[in-house]
């Protein structure tokens, strides 16, 4: 076997760069009490790319997308690390009004250091969030209209009052609602539309990344598809970035161009979400993948992961996954993996290593087969041709 792979450095910024995050850290609570609920997360996004965020609950995918807003509820705090917004307003193709059209080069903002005035000039209109909850996010008593225009109101201040109605009717007609329904309230909208809404106001003022928190959990997997497929349109037309925050990593397989896995607080993958589904590295990745049906391919038995993740509160020593991985060894019980390039995959030449933190992956001993699987590269479910079929 080779030599152990030293763990690489992070992806380097490059012009196409919309955010970075270095070695976050993020705890519940001050002291003694304190229990980390983020550990050194790290990540490059690029422009326009779709980054799922996939774990069990709990394994900290939300504190995670909350932290780098700094949109975090205390007891949450941000103990360590670094968050750069790479912020490139585009040209707007609608809606705002000539004076607030910017095109000059890339700033890039430390969103962990900035004031709050930079805070909110970024927030909605260059990073907008979708909530978990955000079906019930809309307000009960302003009618569809009030909500869009409002928006817009607040930050394209030098609209009018007609260019605002137009740009409501557009938002509206991009999500697939038509604009009839502008005069509704929230209640009469269904769960479907109502989100489409929430999208809509995430979108309103064309932001560069996207974050969103299990946007159609509660709707029917019909709807669901739906929704997604549009937000997928939406994002080539557009071009803006999403972290896609889910437990479903069938979903993300077919709609993520990367993938982090998150376990216990920390990414234990990140790969390509073709090289994920096809060549996973981590046995965490391996379980979660056999935990759900994929939505293409052959079928297969469902295996699930034994056990259930730890408390925040009493971590195993080493790997935090030991106890529930069928390949432990003495030296996971002890020492904790970092992120390194798996000892089976090549040296990229352009793009990011696909990272794994598991010691099967250090080069001392021949991964187990199901962990060892060559990664073609290919046949991204994503492009499949089948994407969007309902088998
Ligand atoms: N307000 C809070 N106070 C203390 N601990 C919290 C708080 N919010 C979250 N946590 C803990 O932080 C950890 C990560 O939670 P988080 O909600 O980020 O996970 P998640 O992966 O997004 O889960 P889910 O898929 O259920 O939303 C969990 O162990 C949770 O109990």
């Given amino acids: 076997m080779s030599a152990p792979t030293a763990v690489p450095a992070p992806r380097a910024a490059t012009a196409d760069t919309v955010l ?15 229990v980390r609920a983020v550990t050194d997360a790290t990540l490059t996004l690029r422009r326009g790319e779709v980054l799922g965020l996939a774990g069990e609950s709990g394994s900290g995918k939300s504190t995670l997308a909350y932290g780098l807003t ?18 490139r307003p585009q ?5 705002a009004a000539p004076n607030e059209v910017v095109s000059a080069g890339t700033e890039i903002v430390d969103l962990l250091g900035a004031d709050m005035a930079k805070l909110r000039e970024i927030r909605w209109s260059q990073l907008a969030v979708v909530f978990q909850s955000a079906m019930h996010a809309l307000n009960p ?17 030098q609209m009018s009052p007609t260019e605002r109605r137009e740009r409501a009717v557009e938002l509206l007609r991009m999500v697939g609602i038509s604009a009839d329904r502008l005069r509704s309230y929230p209640h009469e909208l269904s769960g479907g539309m109502r989100q489409r809404v929430m999208i809509a106001m995430a979108l309103a003022l064309e932001p560069q990344l996207v974050i969103m928190d299990e946007p159609t959990t509660a709707l029917d997997v019909v709807t669901q598809r739906e929704i997604l497929e549009e937000l997928m349109q939406l994002r080539e037309r557009l071009g803006f970035a999403i972290i896609f925050i889910t437990h479903d990593l069938s979903l993300l397989i077919e709609l993520a161009d990367s993938i982090a896995i998150m376990y216990a607080g920390r990414i234990v993958e990140r790969a390509g979400a073709d090289e994920l589904f096809h060549a996973p590295r981590h046995p965490y990745s391996l379980g979660l993948l056999n935990s759900f049906p994929a939505l293409h391919g052959d079928r297969v038995r469902m295996e699930g992961i034994p056990g259930s ?18 390949y432990a060894m003495d030296r996971c019980r002890t020492e904790t993996p970092q992120l390194v390039r798996p000892v089976s995959d090549p040296v990229r030449t352009g793009g990011e290593d696909r990272v794994a933190a598991c010691w ?17 590269g290919n046949g991204s479910p994503a492009t499949d041709d089948t994407h969007g079929s309902d088998q």
């Fill in 20 to 34: 970075e995050v270095r070695d976050l850290c993020i705890d519940y609570g001050v002291g003694a009490g304190a």
């Fill in 70 to 87: 700094r949109l975090l509820r205390a007891p949450g705090v941000i103990s360590g690390g670094e968050v750069l917004f790479h912020n």
């Fill in 91 to 95: 040209s707007s193709a609608f809606g």
């Fill in 141 to 157: 008593v302003a009618r569809i209209d009030a909500q869009l225009t409002d928006v817009l109101k607040a930050h394209r201040r």
């Fill in 309 to 326: 993740p730890p408390s925040l509160t009493a971590l195993p020593g080493g790997c935090a996954f030991h106890p529930r991985c069928p």
């Fill in 360 to 376: 099967l992956q250090d080069g001392l001993q021949e991964p187990p087969a199901p962990l060892h699987r060559e990664a073609t």
